[in-house]
Nanobody
Framework: QVRLVESGGGLVQPGESLRLSCAAS????????MGWYRQAPGKQRELVAT?????????ADSVKGRFTISRDNDNAMNTIYLQMNSLKPEDTAIYYC??????????WGQGTHVTVSA
């Protein structure tokens, strides 16, 4: 069983930066891919960025060039990060960490709030 804990959310002004972290514990050795998703009020949850065990990354068009997903430098997929720069009010959402393993089992974190407002 895997547990995910997100941290790093908060209130920032437009143009500022935040760094989110997601720590995975438990049976992480089966991890294939981890990623960040977000859900704004009244909207569906959407993909933000993903990273695979082989370090392949993917981003939503809306965050390309502003957000960067990364992981710890060891070979284990235990902690991933989302560096968010040039934040905009439309980035306001609850950000969730997601883990997919090689058995196609998915685990979600509890989410962390990001608010971008002047």
């Amino acid at each position: 069983q895997v547990r995910l804990v997100e941290s790093g959310g908060g209130l920032v002004q437009p143009g500022e930066s935040l760094r989110l972290s997601c720590a995975a514990s438990g049976s992480t050795f089966r991890t294939y891919r981890m990623g960040w998703y977000r859900q704004a009020p009244g909207k569906q949850r959407e993909l933000v960025a993903t990273i695979t065990h082989s370090l392949s990354t993917a981003y939503a068009d809306s965050v390309k060039g502003r957000f960067t997903i990364s992981r710890d430098n060891d070979n284990a997929m235990n902690t991933i990060y989302l560096q968010m720069n040039s934040l905009k009010p439309e980035d306001t959402a609850i950000y969730y960490c997601k883990l997919d393993d090689y058995r196609a089992v998915t685990t979600w974190g509890q989410g962390t709030h990001v608010t971008v407002s002047a």
